[in-house]
């Protein structure tokens, strides 16, 4: 089985320009998270979709957006870069379904975003 | 807003010794989980522990979540080069069909051959 794959892998932007990051999930995972890592805060939350839904949201400004298409592939978009959103941009994804041991996701390797 | 405190952020071991890396919240957590990281790829989930007081063994690491769920530890026997990485704690939180996994800062670990 194919893992979670994400494109691209690395991407230099300056500031003001936007980008879009896209990843496939694992064949039949219907939910998709967005994390930030940076070495300052660590892997921080970004959104969570599932069939299409956000299902979730974390403490991020408007500039970060995601959507997530019916075959369950998932783009988040930031927009007017800033040099604070350089970081390892990951994905992760996971059959969805609410257990007591919780999410069992698989991540990706991310996508390295550098602000100049 | 919860938060995971990890320690040691950093830590550099000879093979064959053993270690401890801990995480702690104030905040209670319906599992927590402990991920390894290595360069250049994503986490990887290693243990997911639910019960307080519930211990975990994965070979030569032992995963402890404490009583009041708002802590764990992860112990590693006899480290060997291949532990080398970042170990992350994560505390899940679920409810209404939703989830949120909230990251601890990680534990960079070196293994020195």
């Known amino acids: 089985k194919a893992g979670v794959t994400q494109t691209p892998r690395y991407l230099i932007k300056t500031r003001g320009q936007q980008v879009t990051l896209s990843c496939s999930p694992i064949?039949?995972?219907?939910?998709v998270s967005w994390y930030q890592q940076t070495p300052g805060q660590g892997l921080q939350f970004l959104f969570e979709?599932?069939?299409?839904?956000?299902?979730n949201k974390g403490n991020f400004p408007g500039r970060f957006s995601g959507r997530q298409f019916s075959n369950s592939r998932s783009e988040m978009n930031v927009s007017t870069l800033e040099l604070g959103d350089s970081a390892l941009y990951l994905c992760?994804?996971?059959?969805?379904?609410?257990?007591?041991?919780?999410?069992?996701?698989?991540f990706g390797p991310g996508t390295r975003l550098t602000v100049l | 807003t919860q938060l995971l405190e990890q320690s040691p952020q950093f830590l550099s071991i000879q093979e064959g010794e053993n270690l401890t890396v801990y995480c702690n919240s104030s905040?209670?957590?319906?599992?927590l989980q402990w991920y390894r990281q290595e360069p250049g790829e994503g986490p990887v989930l290693l243990v997911t522990?639910?019960?307080g007081g519930e211990v975990k063994k994965l070979k030569r690491l032992t995963f402890q979540f404490g009583d009041a769920r708002k802590d764990s530890s992860l112990h590693i026997t006899a480290a060997q080069p291949g532990d080398t990485g970042l170990y992350l704690c994560?505390?899940?939180?679920w409810g209404a069909g939703s989830y949120q996994l909230t990251f601890g800062k990680g534990t960079k670990l070196s293994v020195i051959p």
């Open positions: 992760a994804s996971s059959l969805g379904r609410t257990s007591g041991r919780g999410p069992e996701q698989f």
């Open positions: 064949s039949g995972h219907r939910s």
């Open positions: 979709y599932f069939s299409e839904t956000q299902r």
């Open positions: 905040s209670v957590f319906s599992s």
């Open positions: 522990v639910v019960t």
């Open positions: 994560a505390g899940a939180l």
